[in-house]
């Protein structure tokens, strides 16, 4: 299997446009070229910062890939406070987080502007890293797979085999975000298994066996390796801990 592993630092809202550029700047001195041929890395630095973290990456020519958190799905318009996918295709923004859950659940967005939003993200030539996830009540009560199933299929519908198999779908139980707890190697193996085997489903075993399922949800350095080893997880979404460069950077080296 020819997935290259995508782990990604997704910064919310922390860092200033200066503490960004010290973070990246820590972070390519402790990330090295075989690092980077094991794994890809991003960073999802909040919007105000990715100028300044973009000219560091082109200035310095880092192997790291730029990305952002959030987008809108129309091209431009009277849309106070948003912004266009085109705006970040322009700043080499590579990857762009879609459907977080902090986003559907504290920013009322649903399955319907997630697939919106992938489909204008795919337009603007950027990957979109669609997350997917299930609360801690839907999990107790044995709805994991038809939740994360039924986003999956929400956001992805209407697309091209093609677009998918280059896309990047994030498992993130909700109720590991943040928590401190995380899903066990095992558990997380068999989401990504079945978020894999309903891509399949819809777009082919082409597309199924090329798209990348990373995990997210309380993701150390600690943890990473045994993630890693399975074969349905090709990745982290790292949240807390990717705001330290040197945690971030242990664990794109034990996740390689
Ligand atoms: P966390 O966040 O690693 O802090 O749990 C993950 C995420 O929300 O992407």
């Known amino acids: 299997m020819s997935r290259k592993p995508l782990i990604s630092g997704n910064w919310k809202m922390n860092l200033n446009h200066f503490e960004a550029i010290q973070c990246v700047q820590k972070l390519s001195y402790l990330l090295t070229k075989d690092d980077y041929s094991a794994v890809d890395v991003s960073v999802h630095p909040p919007f105000t910062d990715i100028r300044s973290v973009q000219t560091v990456i082109d200035a310095d020519e880092l192997l790291m890939q730029l990305g952002a958190q959030h987008c809108h799905w129309e091209e431009k318009g009277a849309f106070t406070g948003e912004i266009a996918p085109a705006f970040l295709a322009k700043l080499h923004v590579k990857y762009v987080i879609v459907g977080h859950s902090e986003r559907r659940e504290l920013f009322g967005e649903t399955d319907e502007m997630v697939h919106k939003k992938v489909a204008a993200v795919i337009a603007n030539q950027m990957t979109p890293i669609m997350c997917v996830g299930e609360t801690l009540d839907e999990r107790e009560t044995g709805q994991t797979e038809g939740k994360v199933l039924a986003q999956v299929a929400a956001g992805l519908v209407g697309r091209k085999p093609e677009q998918v198999s280059s896309m990047v779908i994030a498992y993130e139980p909700v109720w590991a975000i943040g928590t401190g707890r995380n899903a066990t190697a095992e558990d997380a ?68």
């Open 189 to 256: 193996q068999a989401v990504c298994a079945a978020i894999r085997a309903e891509v399949g489903r819809m777009f082919g075993a082409e597309a199924a066996a090329q798209i990348r399922i990373q995990y997210g949800g309380s993701v150390k350095a600690g943890t990473v390796a045994d993630l890693m080893k399975q074969p349905d997880v090709d990745g982290a979404l790292v949240g807390g801990a990717s705001l330290d460069p040197d945690e971030f950077a242990r664990i794109v080296q034990l996740g390689r």
